[in-house]
């Protein structure tokens, strides 16, 4: 159980293009999901908390605008990446919350979007 | 903001050693938990701790939540070609359920 899955696994546009990237929670139901951006040889950096049914919470710095998040169903959430260009090029990883085998809630990875941006 | 400093930062040994990793923060953490990555995959949950002071095992790796909710170490026993990856530690907010993570022990391990 707590399977999480993301499409697509690794994806290129061109500069200027937007990107839309899922995240499903295959087993399970989530309220909340979360998204990351992880750089190189760098640890995960929080981008935003989505919420389903009401708007994201995103992290200082972080541009809304740009990295847009919809979490319309207790499934799927999705990232869009708006007018992607090269300095957006990253590894993105998708989690959500759920009840591991203690009974607690655990947080569960996605196997990431690798995004190339030319 | 909050940090987490995980060290050591990189680990190479020779199979069948163990190793010992550990995660220092200056906030307390409710939950600590510890997750090995593998290259282009996203982290996996190896350990997830709930109360100061447990001490809690997965095969094996054991893991344990400091007394002060403050740090948190993992160990790994006779480690195998197959423990290579990186491993984070990450305190996970109570009110919020965000994790923050440590920068990463990279681990090697010569056959």
């Known amino acids: 159980g707590a399977v999480v899955s993301q499409h697509p696994s690794w994806v290129i546009c061109k500069s200027g293009t937007s990107v839309k990237i899922e995240c499903r929670s295959l087993d399970f139901q989530a309220t909340t999901m979360f998204w990351y951006r992880q750089f190189p040889k760098q640890s995960l950096m929080l981008m935003a908390t989505?919420?389903?049914?009401?708007?994201?919470?995103?992290e200082q710095g972080v541009e809304k605008d740009k990295f847009l998040i919809n979490h319309a169903s207790l499934t799927l959430s999705t990232l869009t990446v708006t007018s992607a260009h090269p300095e957006d090029s990253s590894f993105y990883i998708c989690?959500?919350?759920?009840?591991?085998?203690?009974?607690?809630?655990?947080?569960?990875f996605g196997p990431g979007t690798r995004l190339t941006v030319t | 903001g909050q940090q987490l400093n995980q060290s050591p930062q990189s680990m190479f040994i020779q199979e069948g050693e163990d190793v010992s990793m550990n995660c220092t923060s200056s906030s307390i953490f409710n939950t600590w938990l510890w997750y090995k990555q593998d290259p282009g995959e996203g982290p996996v949950l190896l350990i997830a701790?709930?109360?100061?002071?447990e001490l809690t095992s997965n095969g094996r790796l054991t893991a344990q939540f400091g007394i002060t909710r403050k740090d948190s170490f993992l160990n790994i026993s006779a480690s195998i070609p197959s423990d290579v990856g990186i491993y984070f530690c990450a305190g996970q907010l109570s009110n919020t359920g965000k994790l923050i993570f440590g920068q990463g022990t990279t681990l090697q391990v010569k056959p």
């Open positions: 701790l709930y109360k100061a002071g």
């Open positions: 989505s919420n389903e049914g009401s708007k994201a919470t995103y």
């Open positions: 989690s959500a919350d759920a009840r591991g085998t203690g009974g607690q809630y655990e947080q569960y």
